[in-house]
């Protein structure tokens, strides 16, 4: 497992995590990003979210 600064968790696959909700969800991919700032539309699965838009 990997954090990294301001950003998703990266977490050796394959990967099965349980939801708040009770729920649980599996990743077969061989490095898996966790949203950890729950911004992602795939929630939890990082979607980049968490990154500033700049306008160019």
């Avoid at 950003?7 to 009770?22: A, H, I, K, R, S």
């Avoid at 729920?23 to 966790?34: K, Y």
Wanted: hydrophobic fraction near 30%; include cysteine; glycine fraction near 6%.
């Amino acid at each position: 497992m990997v954090l990294t600064d301001d950003g998703p968790m990266l977490v050796d696959g394959p990967v099965e995590l349980t939801l708040d909700d009770g729920t649980t969800v599996r990743s077969d991919r061989f490095v898996v990003a966790v949203c950890t700032c729950r911004r992602s539309r795939t929630y939890p699965w990082c979607d980049t979210s968490h990154r500033r838009r700049s306008r160019t």
